[in-house]
């Protein structure tokens, strides 16, 4: 959409959505963070549904249009000027016409790019739950905020939104979030692996089948309880830490704690969310495409480092946007934790340039970092020099596309569609 067909078409939809909320009154379940905001979503989904009609954010609407959409229930239309007209046709209905059934609960994601875009979405969004999962020292859009810290007070601002009733779920394993529970006055629940946190996990391990990496279980210990928690397809500490916050939201919503472990028993990631490809030549792939940030991408690498494989462990990373000053150093900090756990780096952007320079301080050989220019470049080079048993972690910001680089190594191309972010038409012409 052209920019001021967008405003006008933001501003009827936020209109609509405010009437569809006053008139419908679902409870609401907002969720907000620098990390791990689809993920947890996609959890508290889950478990909701174990008792709850429930409508969630498609994939990753978390914007100022992405949000009235979900409330509508209406689909992207992209630049279809005909979509757009039926948008608005059907949100007058749905705002102004019979009464229809409507879900009991909406799941939202809620971004934050720029100063005040939190505000302007609780403006109208009252959540009933609202979810800080993780900020980092360094996070996402900080270029367009005067500090991380000022990164920490916008998200504090959805719980600033909360009902008079409302509960607040943060990540305890996160300072930032964490200070913001400290301050929060209201009814409050905690999560994470910290011994403080309410709904807590430990003893965290990965699952394999026929030495292939099939999930992760760990304890789950809330109200006294220890109980046993297995996520099928999800790795990495963050998938646990979407699940916990998923248990912690049901508990908000009265929903017995063994209900919510029973539901998550449901969940799949995303794709573009570590999610465990076949790649060409028996090899696997961790794909991580969707986006990055410093923090996420700490700890894809450190999911890369905990799987167990008969062969090598590579890296194909791209730039990380949005970090401002930061970018240098925030780069090389992840270069060096690179060098400590692969066997082969290969780096997509002219940022990524810094994940090299941080390598070789590292002390990696400067033979096993190659650099590309864009990513599908990446994983055709790639693609020759893979061997059964070979592990690949793949990961970036959005703007550099890395899923590209998976088409070129993954085992069955021809399911991108299906297993792939981005592989919708208008993604493929960008």
């Given at each position: 959409?052209?920019?001021?067909?967008?405003?006008?078409?933001?501003?009827?939809?936020?209109?609509?959505?405010?009437?569809?909320?006053?008139?419908?009154?679902?409870?609401?379940?907002?969720?907000?963070?620098?990390?791990?905001?689809?993920?947890?979503?996609?959890?508290?989904?889950?478990?909701?549904?174990?008792?709850?009609?429930?409508?969630?954010?498609?994939?990753?609407?978390?914007?100022?249009?992405?949000?009235?959409?979900?409330?509508?229930?209406?689909?992207?239309?992209?630049?279809?000027?005909?979509?757009?007209?039926?948008?608005?046709?059907?949100?007058?209905?749905?705002?102004?016409?019979?009464?229809?059934?409507?879900?009991?609960?909406?799941?939202?994601?809620?971004?934050?790019?720029?100063?005040?875009?939190?505000?302007?979405?609780?403006?109208?969004?009252?959540?009933?739950?609202?979810?800080?999962?993780?900020?980092?020292?360094?996070?996402?859009?900080?270029?367009?905020?005067?500090?991380?810290?000022?990164?920490?007070?916008?998200?504090?601002?959805?719980?600033?939104?909360l009902t008079a009733n409302g509960t607040l779920i943060f990540n305890t394993d996160d300072d930032k979030v964490k200070a913001i529970g400290a301050a929060h006055h209201g009814s409050m629940i905690s999560y994470g692996f910290?011994?403080?946190?309410?709904?807590?996990?430990?003893?965290?391990?990965?699952?394999?089948?026929?030495?292939?990496?099939?999930?992760?279980?760990?304890?789950?210990?809330?109200?006294?309880?220890?109980?046993?928690?297995?996520?099928?397809?999800?790795?990495?500490e963050h998938g646990i830490s979407s699940a916990l916050a998923g248990i912690a939201a049901g508990i908000a919503a009265h929903i017995n704690p063994i209900a919510c472990i029973e539901a998550l028993g449901k969940l799949h990631?995303?794709?573009?969310?570590?999610?465990?490809?076949?790649?060409?030549?028996?090899?696997?792939?961790?794909?991580?495409s969707y986006n990055a940030s410093p923090v996420a991408m700490r700890a894809a690498l450190e999911t890369l480092n905990s799987i167990k494989v008969s062969g090598r462990k590579i890296a194909v990373l791209g730039d990380m946007?949005?970090?401002?000053?930061?970018?240098?150093?925030?780069?090389?900090?992840?270069?060096?934790?690179?060098?400590?756990?692969?066997?082969?780096?290969?780096?997509?952007?002219?940022?990524?340039?810094?994940?090299?320079?941080?390598?070789?301080?590292?002390?990696?050989?400067?033979?096993?970092?190659?650099?590309?220019?864009?990513?599908?470049?990446?994983?055709?080079?790639?693609?020759?020099?893979?061997?059964?048993?070979?592990?690949?972690?793949?990961?970036?910001?959005?703007?550099?596309?890395?899923?590209?680089?998976?088409?070129?190594?993954?085992?069955?191309?021809?399911?991108?569609?299906?297993?792939?972010?981005?592989?919708?038409?208008?993604?493929?012409?960008?």
């Amino acid at each position: 959409m052209k920019s001021l067909g967008k405003k006008i078409v933001v501003a009827f939809l936020t209109h609509c959505s405010t009437q569809v909320l006053n008139r419908y009154a679902p409870s609401i379940a907002a969720v907000t963070g620098s990390v791990g905001k689809t993920s947890t979503k996609d959890a508290i989904a889950t478990v909701l549904r174990a008792e709850y009609q429930v409508r969630a954010s498609q994939k990753s609407f978390n914007s100022e249009l992405g949000v009235p959409l979900t409330i509508l229930g209406l689909e992207n239309a992209w630049g279809s000027v005909g979509g757009w007209t039926k948008n608005i046709f059907r949100a007058c209905l749905l705002a102004y016409g019979t009464k229809k059934d409507y879900p009991e609960w909406l799941v939202l994601e809620v971004g934050a790019d720029r100063p005040g875009d939190i505000a302007r979405i609780t403006r109208y969004v009252k959540p009933t739950i609202a979810v800080i999962t993780r900020i980092g020292e360094i996070p996402v859009h900080v270029e367009h905020f005067a500090t991380p810290r000022d990164v920490a007070h916008e998200k504090a601002g959805l719980a600033y939104a909360l009902t008079a009733n409302g509960t607040l779920i943060f990540n305890t394993d996160d300072d930032k979030v964490k200070a913001i529970g400290a301050a929060h006055h209201g009814s409050m629940i905690s999560y994470g692996f910290d011994e403080g946190a309410m709904v807590r996990a430990g003893n965290a391990q990965i699952m394999y089948e026929n030495d292939r990496p099939v999930g992760i279980a760990c304890k789950i210990n809330c109200g006294g309880k220890s109980m046993p928690l297995r996520l099928k397809d999800v790795f990495g500490e963050h998938g646990i830490s979407s699940a916990l916050a998923g248990i912690a939201a049901g508990i908000a919503a009265h929903i017995n704690p063994i209900a919510c472990i029973e539901a998550l028993g449901k969940l799949h990631p995303a794709p573009g969310r570590l999610r465990l490809i076949d790649g060409v030549r028996k090899t696997l792939i961790l794909d991580d495409s969707y986006n990055a940030s410093p923090v996420a991408m700490r700890a894809a690498l450190e999911t890369l480092n905990s799987i167990k494989v008969s062969g090598r462990k590579i890296a194909v990373l791209g730039d990380m946007m949005e970090l401002g000053v930061y970018t240098p150093d925030a780069h090389r900090a992840i270069g060096k934790q690179a060098a400590k756990c692969i066997d082969a780096l290969y780096l997509v952007g002219t940022r990524a340039k810094f994940i090299g320079e941080g390598a070789r301080e590292e002390g990696m050989n400067p033979i096993k970092i190659k650099t590309f220019d864009e990513s599908a470049a990446a994983g055709r080079a790639l693609e020759h020099e893979l061997k059964e048993g070979d592990l690949i972690l793949v990961k970036g910001s959005q703007y550099v596309r890395m899923e590209r680089a998976i088409v070129e190594i993954m085992a069955e191309p021809e399911r991108a569609g299906e297993l792939l972010v981005r592989q919708e038409t208008e993604w493929k012409k960008r």
